[in-house]
Each structure stands twice: as C-alpha cells, then as structure tokens.
C-alpha cells in the first residue's frame, strides 16, 4: 500500500524559522531577534483594533477597499493598483504560484532574506543563489545569474539580515538587464526607518514597469507584526492576477482597522524613526568601541561580525543567552560568524551592549 505521496519537491523544503523568543533557565528574555518595533504598536492602532472585536461576527471586506485607500494617500498610489495579503510574505509566495512552474529558476543574493528559497522551492521552483559584495546584493552577479529558465529575481532593499541597501541607480540597472519576461520582486520591508537621499523604495519603478512588483510590511516600523499585514504594488495585470489567487477575506476586520490607525498616526510613526536613528548609531559606536566590526546599516537591526577563537559569534550568542538576551545567531544564512540585533528600547541597547563589553573583556 502506497499511500499519499507529496509532490517531490515537498520533502526537501525547509520551514522557515523565526527568531528565538525564549531562553532555557531565563524568565522574562529580552527579545532581539525579530527585528520587530522598539516602541511596539501605535496607541490609536491599539484602540481601533480593540474597537473592531464588535463586529467580529461579520465577515470582511473582501476587498479591503478602505485599507487600500489609506495605503494609496499616504503613498500618493492608485489603490487599484494594490493587493494586501498575510504579511508581505504572502505576497512573495503569490507571485511564485503565479509566475513559476516546476524547474523555473528564481534568483536572490546569498545573503538574502530567508523566505525566497523557500517560496521558489514551494512550488517546485529551483531557487539560485547571486554572490554579495561586502555583504550588500551585486547586481552584476545577480545579472549573470539569468538563465532562459530565470522567472523571478527578489531583492530585498534594505536587506534582511545585512542592513545594506542598493542605490535606485543599482536598482535601475538591474531591472534594465532583466528579460521581460522576468519578475523583478523589491521587498522593501524595512523602507521606512532609510533616510538615504539615493535610495528608493520601489514605488517609482512598480508604477512604469510591467515587471516590477514592490512589496511593503506593517510588522516593522508599524509594530503590528503578530497581525500579519503586508502589501504590494505594481502595474494593474501583476495585482489583478495575485488578486485571482489570493483567499477571499485574507485580511480580518480588526487588521485592517488597526493598519489604517497606524498609517494615520504620523506623530507616532516619526517618534519611532528618530528612536531607531538614535539608538542604531548609538549601538554602532558602542559596538566598535569594543572592537567589533558593524556592517553599516539602514534598517533597525545591525550585523555584528565577531573575530576567531574564542571570542567567536556562537561564544557570544551562548553568553548573551544566559544573561537573558536573544540576538539572531545566522549559521544557516553563511554568517556564522555574526549575531543580528534588532534596535530595543533604551535600557535594552544599553543592557545587551554592556554585556557584550563584558563578553568581549572575559573571554
């Protein structure tokens, strides 16, 4: 008896794995791991998500009409050009069952966010790793990457878990390389917390090209990351057909309530960017102060590269896991010796940078 039998490609895919939230032996860990917001939730995101709770006997608009207008004037878009989805993981994973066949190649830097290798293998999908360049995305290796069975090429801009970013320039001439019938992906997660007068998060790009979507998450500087609410942008034939396989009501009532409030709160929205600018550099200083090297970042998180011996990154992790601090140790990703830390809030910067002087004096 044969039984079920999964597609091939099933058995070989991993399953994404967040970042640690507990510790053994330590009550109440300090969570660095997730790049989640240093100031959580606006109030009035809060509030208008407990307000909903009244109408959860309703289902959704399916269309999410009200959410895609308040995306579409903070962002001066055409709303119909909008699909929101369960995070902006969704999204990705909607454009490899649109766009990918079994043995299709999609392309991503070896650095790169997580989620690609995965989405691709998904769907049976081979996904193809582009070599960075001091830990930022080469566009010339990701150019010389394409074959004729290239589909979709990711780039994450910023990158996730580097904190680099690729100029628009960089960007323009990796979409001008492409085919056209190749997918260009930017997943601009972390777009709000870059300050950079050369960077750009997609918007322009999506709204000429035919073959360029842009994606875009609440879980950062929204701080509504248990909620899962991301979107993407591009031209009217790329959302209607994510559009087509999306599920129906994808985004509950109280979600889209609470996405609305935090767009709207922009008092809230820059307090959190000037806490992530002050404290990022703050711990990048402090950090090489103690002899560290720290890959320049644009995001609200920060590569730490630690030397041999015995002052090594899974050392370090270990150390900072018995104190009671979790940082994202990235063996998995070709950066075992690194630790990403997310931007906490003070007390938190403060502590885990302390302990780090401790670490690095002991060991």
């Not at 794995?17 to 240093?38: D, I, P, W």
């Not at 309703?58 to 308040?70: G, I, Q, T, V």
Request: proline letters at 5%; a negative charge.
């Amino acid at each position: 008896m044969t039984g079920l039998v999964p597609r091939p490609w099933i058995e070989t895919l991993d399953i994404y794995v967040g970042g640690k939230s507990k510790t053994a032996g330590v009550k109440n860990a300090v969570k660095l791991s997730s790049n989640e917001s240093a100031l959580g939730p606006s109030p009035k995101a809060l509030d208008a998500y407990a307000k909903a709770a009244a109408s959860l006997h309703r289902y959704p608009d399916s269309s999410y009409r009200k959410l895609r207008e308040a995306i579409a004037e903070k962002h001066r878009l055409d709303p119909e050009r909008i699909v929101c989805g369960i995070g902006s993981d969704e999204i990705l994973k909607l454009a490899c069952r649109a766009y990918l066949a079994p043995g299709d190649e999609v392309i991503y830097s070896r650095h790169g966010f997580m989620m690609y290798p995965i989405a691709a293998k998904s769907v049976g999908a081979v996904p193809v790793e582009a070599e960075d360049k001091e830990y930022t995305a080469d566009v010339d290796n990701i150019l010389a990457r394409v074959t004729e069975r290239t589909r979709i090429v990711f780039l994450a801009n910023p990158n996730n878990p580097t904190g680099t970013y690729l100029p628009r320039t960089e960007v323009e001439r990796l979409w001008r390389g492409l085919p056209d019938h190749v997918l260009l992906v930017l997943d601009a997660a972390y777009a709000e917390f870059v300050e950079a007068a050369d960077y750009e998060a997609g918007i322009d790009l999506a709204g000429r090209a035919e073959n360029v979507m842009m994606t875009r998450t609440f879980s950062k500087l929204y701080g509504l990351a248990a909620l899962r609410l991301g979107w993407g942008y591009g031209n009217e034939k790329i959302i209607a057909t994510l559009n087509r396989l999306r599920d129906p009501f994808n985004v509950p009532t109280p979600t889209e309530q609470a996405g609305i409030a935090a767009l709207k709160d922009t008092v809230f929205e820059h307090q959190a960017i000037e806490h992530n600018r002050h404290w990022r550099n703050w711990l990048e200083e402090e950090l090489q102060g103690l002899g560290l090297e720290v890959v320049p970042s644009v995001a609200n998180f920060l590569l730490i590269r630690f030397p041999e011996g015995e002052r090594n990154a899974q050392a370090a992790n270990e150390f900072l896991l018995k104190n009671g601090y979790i940082l994202r140790w990235l063996p998995e990703q070709g950066l075992g010796d690194c630790l990403r830390l997310t931007v906490g809030r003070e007390e938190e910067n403060r502590a885990v940078a302390a302990l780090l002087k401790k670490f690095m004096g002991e060991a």
